[in-house]
């Protein structure tokens, strides 16, 4: 079945265009609510409109007032392009809302860079394919791995801990937000210890230099990825802080699959998901 995503998108736009929202709510779960950071955090910095990001479990069983009445689809899978695919068409959405109630020419600027997303992901993944098979063959033995990040990012700490290392890898983690990592989480903080910490280029990197400036004092086992360093030829300088948490995403599967070839269990394997009633 061939889908319109264009056509998806050209209604639920128009519609969001006459309601004129007071606030937004981001439903989802797991991987797809980990993703839903960087649209809130594009809402907060754009508009004035009040933006929530919520379990889409809890969200049922808080019995909500009001449902949905548009569906937007997104392709999925190795073979899917990014433009159609969840980031794509995510992007595609909110800078199509955001054009649709204020006009502004960052906004056809970012629809328009978009459309170069697979590019994008596939420069960025083969840049950091050797970093990322040192980090698989340096922690293919570790039984816990923290991530950390901020901003617009920070959902993809939280997907990578808690969709690739906990459920895909079995590895222990937790996602810390580079702002909370001095109210608490830095107490564990040792020479042992080892935490992924990825650096926006958006507004909160203070946030993230602040926590690693303190974590490699202690802690011999810290690695960065930094958005500055990504491939960002196609992008408008003033979206880096809207669009780095996509690339992040590509990047980190990477990660991901060379952890899983070194410690010889592949991202496809579970105990539970898939095998039984839960």
């Not at 606030?23 to 797809?32: L, R």
């Not at 889409?56 to 019995?63: A, D, K, L």
């Not at 300088?237 to 669009?243: F, H, M, N």
Request: with cysteine; glycine share 6%.
């Amino acid at each position: 079945m061939t889908i319109d995503h264009a056509e998806l998108l050209t209604k639920a736009i128009e519609a969001v265009r006459r309601r004129n929202p007071k606030n937004i709510y981001f439903v989802a779960c797991g991987g797809s609510l980990a993703y839903m950071y960087n649209q809130q955090y594009l809402i907060d910095r754009e508009t004035a409109i009040p933006s929530f990001v919520l379990s889409s479990n809890e969200f049922i069983h808080r019995e909500p007032k009001g449902l949905a009445e548009y569906n937007l689809h997104y392709d999925w899978g190795p073979d899917a392009d990014a433009y159609d695919h969840r980031a794509g068409m995510a992007l595609r959405f909110m800078f199509g809302i955001l054009d649709a109630i204020q006009p502004k020419p960052l906004y056809k600027t970012a629809l328009e860079n978009i459309k170069g997303l697979q590019g994008i992901f596939a420069r960025n993944k083969a840049k950091f394919a050797a970093a990322a098979d040192s980090f698989g063959s340096s922690h293919k033995r570790e039984p816990i791995v923290y991530t950390m990040a901020s901003g617009p990012v920070y959902g993809e700490a939280y997907s990578f801990a808690i969709c690739l290392l906990q459920e895909m890898q079995w590895v222990h983690s937790a996602a810390i937000h580079s702002g909370e990592y001095f109210h608490g989480p830095f107490e564990i903080t040792d020479y042992d210890v080892p935490f992924l910490l990825m650096k926006t280029a958006g507004e909160t990197r203070p946030l993230d230099e602040r926590a690693l400036a303190f974590a490699v004092k202690f802690s011999k086992k810290v690695t960065v990825l930094d958005a500055e360093g990504f491939d960002w030829t196609g992008i408008d300088a003033g979206l880096k802080s809207y669009l780095s948490a996509p690339i992040f995403g590509a990047v980190l599967r990477v990660y991901a699959e060379r952890l899983a070839e070194h410690r010889g269990h592949p991202l496809s394997v579970r105990r539970y998901m898939w095998k039984m009633e839960y």
